[in-house]
């Protein structure tokens, strides 16, 4: 079965600082791959997207992923966070020939002054 | 150019009532998925409408039933309700039944007491 797995459901970093967001899938065929953010009583909003090609993708904000078949995983980055990237982050994966989003359980990124 | 829109946002039932919720795909999408989002969680997925048909269906009870009308828009519609149906409602658009990438509108948030 298509799983989505988020290894960190809450990550702290100070402003200006890196951050990476890990999520790993569990597909035995191929899979299309998504990250979207959820702003505090909001709904979703699409981050960036693997669906084929080059396995770095960049997004909005300034975010960036990259698609590592071998470890299964796609995890997302940015080289320098603001105050105002403090949102839930979901990974969320559709199997070839499904129509559905499967999600992870969510990040939650706090930035602190 | 406007995106998904749903309504209402917010919403109070008490158990066992009936509650309808409404989605306008974002222009230029045919096809409406209908997510769930328990607090704290990510999104499962409940069904998808395409060509005002049920295409695909989540692990969820027959009490969820839902609509697509010729202009796209779609309705969710969940029948005795419990306690446990409190959660937040996302609508979702995409182009096409094969499409990928699925764009959310901001969701309604039922609260059943």
């Known amino acids: 079965a298509q799983s989505v797995t988020q290894l960190d459901s809450q990550v702290p970093v100070f402003e200006e600082a890196p951050v990476e967001l890990r999520c790993n899938y569990s597909?035995?065929?191929?899979?299309?791959l998504f990250w979207y953010v959820q702003y505090p009583n909001q709904g979703l909003q699409l981050l960036l997207k693997y669906l084929s090609g080059s396995t770095l993708v960049k997004g909005i904000n300034g975010f960036e992923a990259e698609f590592n078949k071998s470890q299964t995983s796609f995890h997302l980055r940015k080289p320098s966070v603001h105050i105002s990237d403090t949102a839930e982050y979901f990974c969320?994966?559709?199997?070839?020939?499904?129509?559905?989003?499967?999600f992870g359980q969510g990040t939650r990124l706090t930035i602190n002054p | 150019d406007a995106g998904v829109t749903q309504s209402p946002t917010h919403l109070i039932k008490t158990r066992g009532q009936q509650v309808t919720l409404r989605c306008s795909p974002k222009?230029?999408?045919?096809?409406v998925s209908w997510y769930q989002q328990a607090l704290g969680q990510g999104p499962q997925f409940i069904f998808q409408y395409y060509e005002e048909e049920e295409r695909q269906r989540g692990n969820f009870p027959d009490r969820f039933s839902g609509h697509q009308f010729p202009n796209y828009s779609s309705e969710l519609n969940v029948n005795a309700l419990l306690l446990g149906d409190s959660a937040l409602y996302l609508c979702?658009?995409?182009?096409?039944?094969?499409?990928?990438?699925?764009?959310f509108g901001p969701g309604t948030r039922l609260l059943v007491l």
């Open positions: 969320a994966a559709i199997i070839q020939g499904a129509q559905k989003l499967v």
């Open positions: 597909s035995s065929v191929s899979v299309y």
């Open positions: 222009s230029g999408h045919d096809t």
């Open positions: 979702a658009s995409s182009s096409g039944q094969g499409a990928k990438t699925q764009y």
